[in-house]
């Protein structure tokens, strides 16, 4: 992620400043509070207001990711909790996919070298998940960043062992991300059921080591019954398929 500026006044209201918001949705709305200069690159700081004006919060956005500079519209979904697809820019030339998400906010507390006088700031804390694509360019995982610097690679659909034939539950990266951060035990929900992280596991790949998500799953009770059912009345119309062809086979004794 790109470098953050060394240190950072607390949030003032908008209204202070006498701007207008550059993106606006319902109770909040997302304004220009200053611009820095990082490395030659001019990046904005964006100031967003949340909630009605007598319980009104703000958060601040740094506008830029690993490279990528984000406009006022794409703060706006990221505080309404969306993620979005975006391109990054590669070290070498050319771009890559990632998706970006709302990890929550944080506060710094800052201390002016000068007049020791002490502050906070709430800043959103956002995340890039990286794409596991195939060489086809199929999207089938995610790679979500750890604390420790490293990564936990998932799959993106998860299929029933127990139902081979059952629909498989689609992780999004909020769904990868909340997992790898949780742990051991922790859940996700989705409108087909519930999955589980039960650990990690490497896998070697070409000399090269993965750490996998070990994930398991479980149907909602109204998909797992009529899974149950479906799959108890094709094991009788196999096996009744299987009692004609014993006796269609049978030979008749003269």
Partial sequence: MSRMPSQTPPNPSPA???NQPLAKESDIAVFLR???????????IYNVAVGPRDKRTYVEVYGDVAGRKLEPQMVLELMKGEEIILDFPKRDGG???????????????YTNPKTKK???????NLVKVGH???QQGEHIGYRVPTPAGGYIEFYRHISSKAFPNGPAIELSARDCYALAEGGEG????????????AGTYNKEVKGETYVRASLAMRYNKELYDRLV???????????G?????????????P
Wanted: charged share 30%; proline share 1%; glycine share 6%.
């Fill in 16 to 18: 202070k400043e006498g």
């Fill in 132 to 134: 596991i694509n195939t």
């Fill in 118 to 124: 002490t502050w906070e700031t709430n800043k959103l």
């Fill in 229 to 239: 059912k479906e799959q108890n009345a094709s094991q009788a119309q196999a096996t």
């Fill in 186 to 197: 922790t859940e996700v929900k989705s409108e087909l059921g519930t999955v589980k992280m």
């Fill in 34 to 44: 200053r611009k820095v200069s990082v490395e030659g690159v001019e990046v904005p």
């Fill in 95 to 109: 771009t890559y996919v990632a998706t970006l998400i709302n990890a929550g906010e944080k506060q710094e507390k």
């Fill in 241 to 253: 398929e299987a009692h004609q062809e014993t006796e269609s086979g049978q030979s008749i004794k």
